[in-house]
C-alpha cells in the first residue's frame, strides 16, 4: 500500500485567500484524522471521521475550517479565508479500527504558509 | 480530562549507548492504549512501539522497548544501541477506545557520533 498521501506538500497563499488540503487514506482504513501542528501548540486534533462521518470536530478552531468525507478514500480540509496564524504543517492519519488497534498511519504532512 | 506530559524538552546520547525518554499521562479511564511516535526532519510521523494498558507486560520492537507504570502513568520509551538515524523527536501519545488521540509535546533526541 502507497501509504497516506497527502496533497499538496506545500502551499503558499496570501491572506484571504480559500485553501484546500487533500488526503487519501489507506484503503480498508475505517477512521480518518486531520491534525495541525505548530511550535506554539503543538499536535492538536481538529476533526476525526468514521466511515466518513464525521465523529468529532471539537478541536476546529472556527467557522473558517471545514472538513468533509464524501468517500472512503478521499478527505479535504478546507480554509476560508485564511489568515497568517493558520500557518503550520497539517497532517491526515487513517487508522484501520480493525482489532481496536488504535494505531494511526499519518501521511507526509501539508506544510502551509499563509502571508 | 487527558493530558500527556513529556518533561524533557531534548536528551543527547552517544552513538551505540543507551537512552530513556519519559512520558507521563492522566487519565481516568481503565481501557486505553499508549503510543510512540518518531518524528524525523523530513516530518514523517512514524510508529514505534504500542502499549495496552490492560496488559502487563511491557512492549517491546527491537532496540526500542517501555517501561509502563500503570499505577503511576508513566510510560517511558527505551533506546538501545542507539544509531544516528534514532534522531527526531519523539512523540508519547494516548487513546482512549473512542480513538481520540492525546499527544504530548515533544522530546528531540540528538544522536551524538
Known amino acids: 500500500d502507497a501509504g497516506v498521501i497527502q496533497s499538496p506538500r506545500h502551499e503558499v497563499t496570501e491572506m484571504g485567500q480559500e485553501v484546500t488540503l487533500r488526503c487519501k487514506p489507506i484503503?480498508?482504513?475505517?477512521?480518518l484524522f486531520w491534525y495541525r501542528q505548530t511550535m506554539m501548540r503543538g499536535l492538536e486534533l481538529l476533526i476525526y471521521f468514521n466511515n466518513n462521518v464525521p465523529i468529532d470536530d471539537s478541536g476546529m478552531p472556527e467557522d473558517r475550517f471545514s472538513a468533509k468525507m464524501p468517500n472512503a478514500s478521499f478527505s479535504t480540509l478546507k480554509i476560508q479565508p485564511s489568515e497568517p496564524r493558520d500557518s503550520a504543517v497539517y497532517f491526515c492519519?487513517?487508522?484501520?479500527?480493525?482489532?481496536?488497534?488504535?494505531?494511526?498511519?499519518f501521511g507526509p504532512g501539508t506544510r502551509l504558509t499563509v502571508t | 480530562a487527558q493530558t500527556v506530559t513529556q518533561s524533557q524538552p531534548e536528551m543527547s546520547v552517544q552513538e551505540a549507548e543507551t537512552v530513556t525518554l519519559s512520558c507521563t499521562y492522566d487519565?481516568?479511564?481503565?481501557?486505553?492504549?499508549l503510543f510512540w511516535y518518531k518524528q524525523p526532519p523530513s516530518r514523517q510521523m512514524i510508529l514505534v512501539i504500542r502499549?495496552?494498558?490492560?496488559?502487563?507486560q511491557n512492549a517491546t520492537e527491537n532496540r526500542f522497548s517501555v517501561n509502563f507504570q500503570k499505577a503511576a502513568k508513566s510510560f517511558s520509551l527505551k533506546i538501545s544501541d542507539s544509531q544516528l538515524g534514532d534522531a527526531a523527536m519523539y512523540f508519547c501519545?494516548?487513546?482512549?477506545?473512542?480513538?481520540?488521540?492525546?499527544f504530548g509535546t515533544g522530546t528531540r533526541l540528538k544522536v551524538l557520533a
Open positions: 484503503s480498508g482504513h475505517d477512521y
Open positions: 501519545a494516548v487513546v482512549r477506545v473512542t480513538y481520540k488521540y492525546i
Open positions: 502499549q495496552e494498558a490492560y496488559k502487563q
Open positions: 487519565t481516568s479511564e481503565s481501557d486505553y492504549y
Open positions: 492519519a487513517s487508522s484501520p479500527g480493525a482489532e481496536h488497534t488504535y494505531e494511526q498511519y
